[in-house]
């Protein structure tokens, strides 16, 4: 099956750092863009940003540059999403989606989301 | 950052009517880069339509986009009772790609 395969729900406290993940199976994982696309409790969506793991080529959206990393290991077929210093403003479920083809396309495959509780 | 406006924001309506979904955009998005998805509560986003009117694998028929440029309109021709939930829509024509802010289809 084609699929994208995230990690658990995580609770963390303002300050600590997170990386969550999103592995891709059943497809040519180097080949197709990754994007990350927020979603804040009872809120709508926001795209965060996209890599290319084929050869990390990564966007992101003005909103959140500098806010968030995005990486891969193709190796494992694998994209990451991590903070260094958490917020309580970053509690939200995330979602990995990928593109139909290159970036300039619709996600036509979406993970289940991973749900990132921050609070003291 | 392009702004898509949706309208309206609650839609209450019965089995078997016809749904009709706006997506207005704050500036000309070419109409190849316009995509309506589907979310129902607890589930992940799914595509219905992209380049404003092409129908995603296994959609049904009853789902149907059209509109260019600024203004976009999803429409639903008979509602199912799984219908009911939340669309957006997206524009991946200009970055950041953006979404709107939802129009929920409830059960009048």
């Known amino acids: 099956d084609v699929q994208l395969v995230q990690s658990g729900a995580d609770v963390k406290k303002p300050g600590e750092s997170l990386k969550i993940s999103c592995k891709g199976s059943?497809?040519?994982?180097?080949?197709?863009?990754i994007a990350w696309v927020r979603q804040m409790p009872g809120k709508g969506l926001e795209w965060m940003g996209i890599?290319?793991?084929?050869?990390?080529?990564?966007r992101y959206s003005p909103s959140f540059q500098g806010q968030v990393t995005i990486s891969a290991d193709k190796s494992i077929s694998t994209a990451y999403l991590q903070w260094s210093s958490l917020k309580a403003s970053d509690t939200a479920m995330y979602y990995c989606?990928?593109?139909?083809?290159?970036?300039?396309?619709?996600?036509?495959?979406w993970g289940l989301g991973t749900m990132v509780t921050v609070s003291s | 950052d392009i702004v898509l406006t949706q309208f309206p924001g609650t839609l209450s309506l019965s089995p078997g009517e016809r749904a009709t979904l706006s997506c207005r955009a704050s500036?000309?998005?070419?109409?190849?880069?316009l995509a309506w998805y589907q979310q129902k509560p607890g589930q992940a986003p799914r595509l219905l339509i992209y380049?404003?009117?092409s129908r995603a694998t296994g959609i049904p028929d009853r789902f149907s986009g059209s509109g260019s440029a600024t203004d976009f309109t999803l429409t639903i021709s008979r509602l199912e009772p799984e219908d009911f939930a939340v669309y957006y829509c997206?524009?991946?024509?200009?970055?950041?790609?953006?979404f709107g802010h939802g129009t929920k289809v409830e059960i009048k």
């Open positions: 989606a990928r593109p139909r083809s290159n970036w300039h396309d619709a996600f036509d495959l």
């Open positions: 059943g497809y040519s994982f180097t080949k197709y863009w």
């Open positions: 890599i290319y793991p084929g050869d990390s080529d990564t």
């Open positions: 500036q000309s998005v070419g109409s190849t880069f």
């Open positions: 380049g404003a009117s």
């Open positions: 997206q524009q991946y024509d200009t970055s950041p790609w953006t």
